[in-house]
């Protein structure tokens, strides 16, 4: 609906956030730490930026806080069209097909933006995609870890109906986690074997 | 549960995002755009730091976004002991009484983390809390311009249902707007006056 005297950045803007708000209605495999229901992406993507705004100290030497912040506040908005893509799933074959989703969805959903701030967050999309600066990392790091804190929470609820073991935990979320936050992984390790040997 | 070997400062950091979880269960009185639910208060904090991200150019001189998207990561967290008092519903005895368990729950939330971070994060909320500093004052800003877009998104659903009137918007919400980010007000204004008038 477009009003007499609307500035078209303003309006580009605006479009922008209202669009966002659909990554609410996105639903996780992971519950909330109580296990009343699955997390969505959203609330999933606020709770990752106050990991990172909480975790900062014990992010790598030269991670920047606030670039991983932005990073995380974006870092799900494909899922609007994509889905999303539980990682105890995925196959070679399905994540290649989900990557062409993605990236469709990232052109569509950025290209709502002003073209300058839209390719910008477009290449801090795909900068966490590709996890190999400190800063992606860090993120993606954040991003694996958070789930097993949830599952520690709740007595490993989404994991035990998945049939998830510490071996599975240990290779899709223990690599990245002990990369970047060896800390945070001492820490939640003997928890996880507690939970699932 | 305490396991052997547990660094303390990790530990307070991880009790401090796993409490902060029940922020998700924390019904406001907004719902989403497409009107199916009420949106809880994560997923409109991860919403509102969105917004900053998006509309930072459209912030007074002076105003740092770092520091804003931090505060509205936070801004709500009280919410979790003290829950969410609808805007419209409130008066100046309701929101004394609101603002001593506010006090209390940001002392019961930030002291869980280490004392230095907590007391940082508390004067964060404090400053918020306060909207006397420019970056408090945008931040609050963000926080009355969402609920109008997703009303303008439903259709007015939440409006209609609590028979708020144009006049209400803008003396509750006009106001802050107006101050911090002018360029948004003149986009909403209209609107708004075409939904509720
Ligand atoms: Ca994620």
Not at 116 to 122: E, H, I, P, R, W
Request: glycine content about 4%.
């Amino acid at each position: 609906s477009e009003l007499a005297g609307a500035d078209p950045v303003v309006a580009a803007r605006a479009a922008f956030v209202a669009e966002a708000d659909r990554l609410k209605t996105i639903t996780r495999a992971t519950t909330l730490c109580d296990g009343s229901r699955f997390e969505n992406s959203a609330e999933h993507s606020w709770h990752l930026a106050l990991y990172a705004l909480t975790l900062a100290e014990h992010a790598p030497a030269g991670v920047a806080p606030f670039r991983v912040i932005r990073m995380l506040l974006l870092h799900d908005l494909v899922e609007i069209d994509a889905g999303d893509a539980p990682i105890y799933a995925q196959t070679a074959a399905s994540q290649a097909a989900m990557a062409d989703l993605e990236e469709a969805a990232a052109a569509r959903l950025f290209g709502l933006l002003p073209a300058d701030q839209g390719a910008d967050l477009n290449a801090l999309w795909h900068e966490f995609e590709e996890a190999e600066t400190p800063d992606a990392r860090f993120a993606k790091a954040l991003d694996r870890f958070q789930p097993p804190m949830q599952n520690i929470a709740s007595d490993g609820v989404s994991w035990r109906s998945n049939n998830v073991t510490y071996q599975m935990v240990d290779a899709r979320v223990g690599a990245a986690v002990r990369r970047s936050l060896p800390d945070l992984w001492a820490h939640v390790a003997p928890r996880i074997a507690a939970l699932l040997d």
